[in-house]
C-alpha cells in the first residue's frame, strides 16, 4: 500500500497530468480546478498495448468453487487487540468498517465476540427448546423450522461495548478499532411471534430467557414486548446458512438492541414472569456511573455515526482536491433521517448525502464530498434518527453517564486529518 | 444429507411425536394438525444434559481473520456442467440458489462466466480510459475513481443464457443448473454519466463500447441513453471490494441487462456514433428464430421467476403436512408486482408472498406455504412485474422464437414433487 502524501505519478492517485495524444492538446483537461485529476496519458502502454495480465487465459471457473477475495485485498480483514482480552477464546474482533462501502457486511468479515468459543453443532443435531410458561413446551428441529413462514429483513448488529475504550478518551488509532463492533446482514428466519404463538404463551408471561448451546450458555432476559414485535430465530444471513462464529446453524436476531442478546447457537427460550438477572445483565452490559450505581437494561443502540474514511486506517492518499468523505449511521430506533459532517471540529456543520437503502435499523451509507485545500481538519458526522433524536458529544453523555462504564458510548466521533493526508484519534474540547 | 422420503425421528424433521415431561400429558401437540410437528421429547438429553459441543471451548475469535462456511455447509457451492464447454478457461459454473434465502447472493458463490479466465489485475496498475467521441479523452487510476461521488445499488446480473437450456424441452436437474446463472448483489460505485460528464461526450457520441483488461479483451456496445441513466462503474460488491472472477478491480453494472455487458475488468469506454457489432454482440448474444434470422439487441431481460426449494436439488425431506415454497423473481424493467404459484401445472394460480425488500432491478423473495397431502405435484411460479408484463408459458415463447435460440428463456419453470418429496424438472403441456 502507498504510504499518504505520495503524490507521484505511481498509478496510486498522484495529480501529474500528462496531454493525450501527443502533447499539450488536452492541457484542458488540467483546468478543471476543483474537479477530479484524471490523467490523460500518451500514448499510454497500458491501452495501446496488451496489458501484462491479459496475455495468457487466467484461472477459469471452478478454480475456487466457494470464492475468496483478491490477494490484493488480503489486508481486509477482521483483526483483534492483542492487550484487550486474556485469551481469544472469550475476545473480540472487529470488521473492517474503513475499507468497506455500502451497507452489506459481508459474511467473512463480520466481527467476532465469543464468550466461550464457536460451537460445532451439526445441522441434525440441532435443537430448539421453548419451555416455561407456555401451554405447549416444544422441541424444535432445524427441518421443523423451515417449515413455519419466514422473512427477510437487513438489521445492524452493534456489541455494546463497541466504542466503550472512548470514554476515557482517544484511546485506539482505527475506525476498524473504535467503532467496528458492528456489521449489517440481510436476515432470513421465522419471527419469534410465530414460534411463541405456537407453543401458547400464558398470560403471566411477560419475559422470557434466550440461552445459547455453546461452553458459556450465554443468556440474556427478553421482554415478551419486544419478542413479539420484530424478533426473529434466523438460519440466513446473506442468502446463505449463517457462519460458525454467527451461531450456525440459528441465532436470536433483537433488531436494534445490543449485539449480546443476539444468543448464537440458539438452544433454549424459556417463558417467565420476570426477569432472571443472570451473569450478563448484571455484572456485564450494565452501564457503571459515577457514583457507583449501574443503570440496567440499556438494550437499546441509541444514534450515532462514524467516518469510515478518511480514518487513520484509510488516510488521503491523493492530496488537495476533490475529496470524498464517507461514513456510517444506524439508530436501534429506526432510520436515520439526516447526517451532517463537520470539517472543523463541531463548529460548522454540512448535510450529508445517505446513499442506498434507507431501512429501518439498519446501517445507512453517507457522503459528503468537498474540495480539501490541504490544511488541517477535525472531521466529525453527526447521525439523527426517525424518532428526531440527535447523536451527542463524547463531553454531553460523560456529563450523565461519568466515564466509568465500557457501554454505549454513541459520541461524536471526531478524525483528526494532517496536511500529509494522515489521520488520527483525537479529543476535541 | 439424508435422502427425501425419511420420515424416521432422526432430526432431520421426522414426524415421530413423543409427550413432553413424561407421557401423554402433551398429546394435544399432536393434535396441531396441518401445523409443523414441532416434537415433545422427555427428557431431552440435548437440553437437560450438556450437549456434545457446548463441553468444550471452541475456536475463539481469529480462528480465520476472513472467515468461510461451516463445514456441515461444504455442498453449498458454485458448480458447472463439465460436458457445457470445452475448457473451464470460458466457460460457466453456476449459483447454489436451491440452498439460498432472502434476496443477497454472497460473493463467494456468485456464479461466473469468463470467455477466457480470470484476469489477476493489481489495484495500483488498474487504468480507465475513456476516448472517441469526447471533448476530453482520458484516463483514471482507481484512486481517481474514488474522487467521485458514489451511490449503492441493489441489482441482479442474470446471463442471457440463464435457463437456455430449457428452450429445447427439461434438460438439466437443478435449479441450479437451469436458473444459477444469476446473483444480486449491492454494488457501490460512480455513476457512469458521472465520467462520461467530466469527458465531455459530443452531439454526435450515441453509443459507447465497453472494453475488458482480460484475454478476450471482452467488448459491448451500449446506447447512451442506458448510459446516462442508470449504469455504474463498480468497484465494491457487498460491501467489499469486487472479487477477482467479478472484475476486480473495477466492473460495469448495467442494471437489468443482460449479464455480458456487464462488462468486467473494465479498461476502456469508447464513445461513438453508431453500435462497433463486435463478435459477442452479432454471432453470440443474438436470438437465433426458426427462419434462420436472429433478433439482436435484445439487452433486456423479461420478467422471470423460478421456485428455488422444493426442486431438484432441494426435496422435500419432511413429508406430509405445512410445506413451504420459496423462489425468486426478477425483472430488468423494474419492481415485481405480484408473484403466483401454481400447485397443478398451472391450472390454478395462487398469490405468493413476497417478503424482503422490493427494489429496482433486483431479486425479490417468494414464500407460499401449504399443507401438502403428500399427493404429486406440478408447481410452478409466475412473476408480473411494475409494467404489467407478466411471465409466459415456455410454449407462448416458442411460438414466436422458435426454439433454436440459447439466448432470453423466461418462461414458467415446472418442478414435478414426487410423493417421495423427490423433485425433478419437467415439462407440462
Same mark, same amino acid.
Given at each position: 500500500? =502507498?504510504?499518504?502524501?505520495?503524490?507521484?505519478?505511481?498509478?496510486?492517485?498522484?495529480?501529474?497530468?500528462?496531454?493525450?495524444?501527443?502533447?499539450?492538446?488536452?492541457?484542458?483537461?488540467?483546468?478543471?480546478?476543483?474537479?477530479? $485529476?484524471?490523467?490523460?496519458?500518451?500514448?499510454?502502454?497500458?491501452?495501446?498495448?496488451?496489458?501484462?495480465?491479459?496475455?495468457?487465459?487466467?484461472?477459469?471457473?471452478?478454480?475456487?468453487?466457494?470464492?475468496? $477475495?483478491?490477494?490484493?485485498?488480503?489486508?481486509?480483514?477482521?483483526?483483534? %487487540?492483542?492487550?484487550? =482480552?486474556?485469551?481469544?477464546?472469550?475476545?473480540?474482533?472487529?470488521?473492517?468498517?474503513?475499507?468497506?462501502?455500502?451497507?452489506?457486511?459481508?459474511?467473512?468479515?463480520?466481527?467476532?465476540?465469543?464468550?466461550? *468459543?464457536?460451537?460445532?453443532?451439526?445441522?441434525?443435531?440441532? #435443537?430448539?427448546?421453548?419451555?416455561?410458561?407456555?401451554?405447549?413446551?416444544?422441541?424444535?428441529?432445524?427441518?421443523?423450522?423451515?417449515?413455519?413462514?419466514?422473512?427477510?429483513?437487513?438489521?445492524?448488529?452493534?456489541?455494546?461495548?463497541? =466504542?466503550?475504550?472512548?470514554?476515557?478518551?482517544?484511546?485506539?488509532?482505527?475506525?476498524?478499532?473504535?467503532?467496528?463492533?458492528?456489521?449489517?446482514?440481510?436476515?432470513?428466519?421465522?419471527?419469534?411471534?410465530?414460534?411463541?404463538?405456537?407453543?401458547?404463551?400464558?398470560?403471566?408471561?411477560?419475559?422470557?430467557?434466550?440461552?445459547?448451546?455453546?461452553?458459556?450458555?450465554?443468556? #440474556?432476559?427478553?421482554?415478551?414486548?419486544?419478542?413479539?414485535?420484530?424478533?426473529? %430465530?434466523?438460519?440466513?444471513?446473506?442468502?446463505?446458512?449463517?457462519?460458525?462464529?454467527? *451461531?450456525?446453524?440459528?441465532?436470536?436476531?433483537?433488531? *436494534?438492541?445490543?449485539?449480546?442478546?443476539?444468543?448464537?447457537?440458539?438452544?433454549?427460550?424459556?417463558?417467565?414472569?420476570?426477569?432472571?438477572?443472570?451473569?450478563?445483565?448484571?455484572?456485564?452490559?450494565?452501564?457503571?456511573?459515577?457514583?457507583?450505581?449501574?443503570?440496567?437494561? =440499556?438494550?437499546?443502540?441509541?444514534?450515532?455515526?462514524?467516518?469510515?474514511? $478518511?480514518? $487513520?486506517?484509510?488516510?488521503?492518499?491523493?492530496?488537495?482536491?476533490?475529496?470524498?468523505?464517507?461514513?456510517?449511521?444506524?439508530?436501534?430506533?429506526?432510520?436515520?433521517?439526516?447526517?451532517?459532517?463537520?470539517?472543523?471540529?463541531?463548529?460548522?456543520?454540512?448535510?450529508? #448525502?445517505?446513499?442506498?437503502?434507507?431501512?429501518?435499523?439498519?446501517?445507512?451509507?453517507?457522503?459528503?464530498?468537498?474540495?480539501?485545500?490541504?490544511?488541517?481538519?477535525?472531521?466529525?458526522?453527526?447521525?439523527?434518527?426517525?424518532?428526531?433524536?440527535?447523536?451527542?458529544?463524547?463531553?454531553?453523555?460523560?456529563?450523565?453517564?461519568?466515564?466509568?462504564?465500557?457501554?454505549?458510548?454513541?459520541?461524536?466521533?471526531?478524525?483528526?486529518?494532517?496536511?500529509?493526508?494522515?489521520?488520527?484519534?483525537?479529543?476535541?474540547?
Amino acid at each position: 500500500m =502507498t504510504k499518504p502524501g505520495d503524490k507521484a505519478g505511481d498509478g496510486t492517485g498522484g495529480t501529474s497530468r500528462r496531454g493525450f495524444l501527443g502533447g499539450a492538446g488536452l492541457a484542458g483537461a488540467g483546468l478543471i480546478a476543483g474537479m477530479v $485529476p484524471a490523467r490523460a496519458a500518451s500514448p499510454d502502454p497500458m491501452i495501446t498495448e496488451v496489458q501484462p495480465w491479459a496475455q495468457f487465459l487466467g484461472p477459469g471457473v471452478d478454480d475456487a468453487p466457494y470464492g475468496k $477475495p483478491s490477494p490484493h485485498e488480503a489486508h481486509v480483514i477482521r483483526r483483534n %487487540v492483542e492487550w484487550l =482480552t486474556a485469551d481469544t477464546a472469550s475476545s473480540v474482533n472487529f470488521t473492517p468498517i474503513h475499507e468497506l462501502d455500502g451497507i452489506i457486511t459481508p459474511n467473512g468479515i463480520c466481527f467476532e465476540r465469543h464468550h466461550a *468459543g464457536v460451537a460445532d453443532i451439526a445441522p441434525q443435531d440441532y #435443537r430448539l427448546m421453548i419451555n416455561g410458561l407456555v401451554d405447549r413446551e416444544m422441541v424444535f428441529t432445524l427441518q421443523d423450522l423451515l417449515r413455519f413462514p419466514r422473512e427477510n429483513r437487513i438489521y445492524f448488529l452493534e456489541c455494546a461495548a463497541n =466504542t466503550g475504550m472512548e470514554w476515557r478518551g482517544a484511546q485506539l488509532n482505527g475506525a476498524q478499532f473504535t467503532h467496528g463492533m458492528i456489521h449489517n446482514c440481510m436476515y432470513t428466519g421465522v419471527p419469534l411471534r410465530t414460534l411463541l404463538e405456537h407453543a401458547g404463551v400464558q398470560p403471566n408471561g411477560t419475559w422470557l430467557l434466550a440461552e445459547g448451546a455453546d461452553a458459556s450458555a450465554m443468556s #440474556r432476559s427478553i421482554p415478551m414486548e419486544k419478542a413479539l414485535d420484530d424478533c426473529m %430465530v434466523a438460519f440466513r444471513m446473506n442468502g446463505e446458512a449463517l457462519r460458525p462464529e454467527q *451461531g450456525y446453524p440459528v441465532r436470536l436476531v433483537v433488531p *436494534g438492541w445490543e449485539g449480546n442478546m443476539w444468543v448464537k447457537w440458539l438452544r433454549r427460550i424459556e417463558v417467565g414472569d420476570a426477569p432472571w438477572h443472570h451473569r450478563e445483565e448484571t455484572s456485564k452490559y450494565t452501564d457503571l456511573l459515577a457514583d457507583g450505581r449501574a443503570r440496567r437494561f =440499556t438494550w437499546e443502540m441509541h444514534a450515532k455515526s462514524v467516518i469510515t474514511s $478518511p480514518s $487513520p486506517q484509510a488516510p488521503i492518499y491523493h492530496g488537495r482536491g476533490p475529496t470524498v468523505i464517507t461514513g456510517l449511521a444506524w439508530s436501534g430506533v429506526g432510520t436515520i433521517d439526516r447526517v451532517d459532517v463537520s470539517l472543523d471540529g463541531g463548529r460548522n456543520w454540512h448535510h450529508a #448525502r445517505i446513499d442506498g437503502p434507507s431501512l429501518d435499523k439498519s446501517l445507512h451509507r453517507f457522503y459528503y464530498e468537498f474540495d480539501w485545500d490541504g490544511s488541517p481538519l477535525l472531521i466529525q458526522s453527526r447521525a439523527m434518527d426517525s424518532a428526531g433524536y440527535v447523536q451527542p458529544t463524547k463531553d454531553a453523555l460523560r456529563e450523565f453517564r461519568g466515564t466509568a462504564s465500557i457501554y454505549h458510548m454513541n459520541g461524536i466521533q471526531t478524525w483528526q486529518v494532517h496536511s500529509s493526508g494522515e489521520v488520527e484519534n483525537v479529543e476535541v474540547a
